[in-house]
């Protein structure tokens, strides 16, 4: 099978799961009205009307119980060379990237690999001792107490505090193509280390919610000690390829991609506004190569088979048989149960989701339950 045939059959195996004709997808009007409305809102501020009408964009799913009723394309994935945006168009999906890791670390706890209630010095060693009260539940939950990597790497004096807002300042290339770079690059276990030389924890395990990263890169190393295995590896067996996301991958640094490979040519470009210009291409730091907390790439039509997914597991095993049902139930609660501090308050955070229970409005229209 030549390489044509190869991503046909990929084509179809993925779409025919969905069932979606990518000539004829599902669109709701209303749907296509607020984002436009919200796509020309981005652009306003530019000069020249053809600038305006050359933006970055998004590639939006909407599903209703089982049936996705809206999947369209908006705005450039090339603002440069007019690339627009298509349901092949690969993102960097940064911090939704967290329920990946979460998942893959619960599949070791109902498997027995691990326990839930694990202490990190179990995995780690070499940690200060705050190490024997931190659980990896708490890890998941962001009730570890962890300082973030970030913090850490500028107190550290290695960069300036705006070292970050000059990067998304900065033209540059954008993710994949950073495997040819020859700067040293950080990895996961440089911030085991940072987070291992912090002799005190700001806050004690488990008194309060505060969003971590650094808890989440600690995962995905877990992962890789427990397993043996690269992370993105482990991830892409157990997950990606389980499911069937056959374009979505960790990208970690390890693996190159040539220039004509679809991780690069289908590749959105990374934009951010910049003060007194358009919007500039930009991408590159040091940390761009952790993953756990983030680095997931992947398209519409995988999100959408994976989401398609999620739903099964919610509701699709409720007429299946008992040892079906009590995995699916299994894991919903481990993903989506909500953790509480010590001092008995809810926190509204699953594994890698937040948890939304009320329905809620924006400025123009009722949305509706989110959970």
Not at 144 to 172: C, F, K, N
Not at 235 to 249: A, P, S
Request: a negative charge.
């Amino acid at each position: 099978m030549d390489s044509t045939e190869r991503d046909e059959a990929k084509q179809e195996y993925v779409l025919n799961d969905l069932n979606l004709d990518l000539n004829a997808l599902p669109n709701e009007p209303q749907i296509d009205r607020y984002l436009n409305k919200y796509l020309y809102a981005l652009g306003a501020y530019l000069p020249h009307k053809e600038d305006r009408a050359r933006i970055p964009g998004a590639a939006v799913m909407v599903r209703k119980g089982s049936e996705i009723v809206h999947l369209n394309c908006y705005g450039y994935a090339n603002i440069e060379t007019g690339e627009k945006i298509t349901p092949n168009t690969l993102f960097d999906l940064g911090s939704l990237s967290k329920q990946f890791t979460a998942l893959a670390v619960l599949g070791l706890v109902y498997f027995k690999e691990i326990d839930i209630q694990d202490n990190i010095s179990k995995f780690f060693d070499g940690m200060p001792r705050y190490a024997d009260s931190i659980t990896v539940e708490q890890l998941i939950h962001h009730t570890s107490g962890l300082p973030d990597y970030i913090d850490l790497h500028v107190a550290a004096r290695q960069v300036e505090e705006d070292w970050y807002d000059v990067a998304m300042a900065t033209r540059d290339e954008w993710y994949p193509q950073m495997c040819n770079r020859q700067q040293q690059e950080i990895t996961n276990r440089n911030v085991v280390e940072w987070i291992a030389s912090q002799k005190l924890l700001p806050r004690k395990p488990n008194t309060e919610f505060e969003y971590s990263n650094s808890g989440y890169v600690v995962l995905a190393e877990l992962v890789e000690r427990v397993t043996k295995k690269r992370f993105a590896d482990y991830v892409k067996e157990r997950i990606f390829d389980w499911v069937g996301l056959k374009n979505t991958y960790v990208f970690d640094g390890v693996q190159a991609f040539d220039k004509d490979a679809p991780e690069i040519i289908n590749h959105a470009r990374c934009y951010n506004r910049v003060k007194g210009e358009r919007f500039v291409p930009v991408g590159y730091t040091p940390l761009n190569f952790i993953n756990g907390d983030g680095n997931v790439h992947s398209n519409i039509l995988d999100l959408a088979q994976w989401d398609l997914n999620l739903n099964r597991l919610d509701y699709g095993a409720l007429n299946a048989e008992q040892e079906t049902k009590s995995i699916a139930q299994a894991f919903r609660d481990l993903l989506w149960a909500p953790a509480q501090v010590k001092s008995r308050k809810q926190v509204n955070y699953g594994a890698g989701w937040n948890l939304l229970y009320n329905k809620y409005e924006d400025d123009v229209e009722e949305i509706g339950e989110r959970v």
